[in-house]
């Protein structure tokens, strides 16, 4: 794969978006935005960018860790009164229209905001404008990202020495978490979900004390994070030898997760790509069982923005990183859920999580 842009030419791709948007300067609040933007890791901070200027601006407690985590980016130290101390500071940087990150801010903080400019600025709402530039991965994304998975590969091995019955679902949820954190040194990406028996038809079941019995299917997604960065799988096994209606819904959930992987490729619309794997399933008769979209793209946050689903407008480019997990959940039977994790490439996708996807029976 050719070698992308790395963190310092993001700030000329948010310049060239800010044209487009017909705005002199954007103010970023979304954390993990200013993250993106200015490697800044700390809980709190507002990034400036303008045609020619940018800081970021954060209180006494991160301007120590701004001046080392953001070089080449002016720190502005915020007084604890933040919002009036920072209005102040836009007034005075001469422009005209200043974007506010609307799927942000609340609608409160808006309108403050828009008072303290006083006139003098004009608050401009924006919607997604880094969250899409987000979605197209440098190397050094993916390669946070590519170990995340090879993370959640390992503890996927693992799990299948240790899953048995009699443990409860909360067991393998500790287990999984602390193989993680304790055996690989990253941290999870989201509370994990473990579910088992009838209690897989839950796409998103928390994990409880039930405990695991033959004959159960136990489905497991969890993920890890690497430098900020996320990965997200989902695996589903049997404990004992699967009877004839598990190993038809699993196979159909898989060849529906081949074909969608299989029409993957840069300048595809995810639509198109979500009802291949749709389609599959409703053939089979389970077309009522599969209510949520194909897949979400990953990186910092592990729901990072665009998707594909039916309603989806997304077209799939070269480095976007999404998740592909179909699901069949059939009400007080059970579920089948699998995921992986892909990148686009121009003429398909490499797959980044490689854990056996084939249906596993602990016997
Ligand atoms: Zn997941
Ligand atoms: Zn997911």
Known sequence: ????????????????????????????????????????????????????????????????????????WRVERLASSSAENLAELLKGQGIRRLGAEADQLTYAAFCSMRDRLDGAVELVPTNGIIGRLRMIKDDAELNAIRAACRAVDTVATHLMGFLRPGISERDVMIELESTLRSGLGLEIAFPSIVVSGPRTALPHGQPTDRLLQPGDFVTMDYGAKKDGYCSDITRTIVLGAADSEQTRVHSVVLEAQRRAIAGIRNGVAASAVDALAREHIAANGYG????????????????????????????????????????????????????????????????????????????
């Open 288 to 363: 009522d069982y599969f209510g949520h979209g194909l897949g979400h793209s990953l990186g910092l946050h592990v729901h990072d923005g665009g998707g594909m689903a039916p309603s989806s407008n997304l077209t799939l480019q070269t480095g976007m990183v999404l998740t592909v997990e179909p699901g069949i959940y059939v009400p007080g039977w059970g579920g089948v859920r699998i995921e992986d994790d892909i990148v686009v490439t121009a003429d398909g996708c490499e797959a980044l999580t490689s854990a056996n996807r084939e249906l596993v029976e602990i016997i």
């Open 1 to 72: 794969m050719t070698e992308r842009p790395g963190i310092g030419h993001r700030l000329d791709s948010l310049r060239d978006e800010l044209v487009h948007a017909e705005i002199d300067a954007l103010l970023v609040s979304d954390v993990l935005n200013v993250r993106w933007l200015t490697g800044f890791t700390g809980s709190l901070a507002y990034a400036y960018v303008s045609g020619t200027e940018a800081w970021i601006g954060v209180d006494s407690r991160y301007t120590v860790q701004a001046s080392g985590e953001c070089p080449g």
